[in-house]
């Protein structure tokens, strides 16, 4: 696609329940990564892959967050028993190479609140 | 762990006058930066970065950012500021992970511009 696309744009859940949230990069893109956003901070690295596989996940804060990239593209990252203070804005981007020279295309973001 | 930080997380000038964002990295390697500009309710735009093939970096809608390594620093510049430049800027670095990389942002600063 023309760019990274992240859906739904807006979220709100009841402490508790369980949501998913998905990322659609840009075609061919082999990195992806997942940055939670909190208000008026700036984004804090969750997750990364590279095609498939998650090369790292140092940044999921509990046991209760997990991502998945099971084809290589699209991606989705999914938290369980959600909580207060997971309410933010959850950003996707990728990457056409494996180096870090190349800057990351990011979508909009998904805001999440829990109520 | 290589790191940003930007000094002033409020930045207010008046139209046509000179923007600065400050910003110093701490690396123990070579770093590559970054600075990225996010508009309300938008994901994060690459402005400029710089991967050492010059100090002098120019970016989109007039930015430019010089790589001090003497001050660790990579402050952005804009000689006159317009309205539509109002948002808060990211100053970031890449870090490498095994396999790949991630991209670690400062906490942000806001650029107000006043008419």
């Known amino acids: 696609g023309a760019g990274v696309s992240q859906s739904p744009r807006y979220k709100v859940a009841k402490r508790g329940q369980d949501v998913a949230l998905r990322c659609d990069p840009i075609s061919g893109h082999v990195s992806l990564f997942w940055y939670q956003q909190a208000l008026g901070q700036g984004p804090e690295f969750l997750t990364y892959f590279q095609n498939e596989a998650q090369l790292d996940k140092s940044g999921l804060p509990s046991d209760r967050f997990f991502a998945e990239r099971p084809e290589g593209s699209v991606s989705t990252l999914k938290i369980q028993r959600t909580q207060q203070e997971d309410s933010a804005v959850y950003l996707c981007?990728?990457?056409?190479?494996?180096?870090?020279?190349?800057?990351?295309?990011f979508g909009q973001g998904t805001r999440l609140t829990v109520v | 762990a290589q790191s940003v930080t930007q000094l002033g997380s409020h930045v207010s000038v008046s139209e046509g006058a000179l923007v600065l964002l400050r910003c110093n990295y701490s690396?123990?390697?070579?770093?590559?930066l970054f600075w990225y500009v996010q508009y309300p309710n938008q994901g994060l735009q690459l402005l400029l970065k710089y991967t050492s093939a010059a100090t002098l970096v120019k970016g989109i809608n007039g930015f430019e950012a010089e790589f001090k390594k003497s001050e660790t620093s990579f402050h952005l510049t804009k000689p006159s500021a317009h309205m539509s430049d109002a948002a808060e800027y990211f100053c970031?670095?890449?870090?490498?992970?095994?396999?790949?990389?991630?991209?670690?942002f400062g906490a942000g600063t806001r650029l107000f511009v006043k008419a």
């Open positions: 690396s123990s390697v070579p770093p590559y």
């Open positions: 981007a990728s990457s056409s190479h494996r180096d870090t020279t190349t800057e990351a295309f």
């Open positions: 970031a670095v890449s870090e490498i992970l095994g396999g790949g990389f991630k991209t670690i």
